[in-house]
């Protein structure tokens, strides 16, 4: 089976903080590029931060400074964390894969999860 599960979601107040997690299956993950994504209400999706199989970090300037996503490996899982949250972070967090996975280990197609609604309060 092939799929990304987010969790953590939820409302925090202004400043606070969440961590999501994003748990793969079926993915040869140590040679994944990760993503998170989110879209807020009335816009388009926009890129969050990347991860790539090497463990390089990218962020949107929107997050640079608050947010940090990291990835283990071991546990096939990449996370989110989330502080000094804003009310203009209330979106729908989605996690991104890039394959392979172990069913086609030379397919790099992008895989998304459900997504995880993160709501900040003023």
């Known amino acids: 089976q092939v799929q990304l599960v987010e969790s953590g979601g939820g409302l925090v107040q202004a400043g606070g903080s969440l961590r999501l997690s994003c748990a793969a299956s079926g993915f040869i993950f140590n040679k994944n590029d990760m993503g998170w994504y989110r879209q807020g209400p009335g816009k388009q999706r926009e890129l969050v931060a990347t991860?790539?199989?090497?463990?390089?970090?990218n962020y949107a300037d929107s997050v640079k400074g608050r947010f940090t996503i990291a990835r283990d490996n071991a546990k096939n899982t990449v996370s989110l964390e989330m502080n000094s949250l804003e009310p203009e972070d209330t979106a729908v967090y989605y996690c991104?894969?890039?394959?392979?996975?172990?069913?086609?280990?030379?397919?790099?197609?992008?895989?998304w999860g459900q997504g995880a609604q993160v709501t900040v309060s003023s």
């Open positions: 991860i790539t199989d090497g463990g390089s970090a």
């Open positions: 991104q894969a890039k394959g392979p996975t172990y069913y086609n280990p030379t397919d790099y197609r992008e895989y």
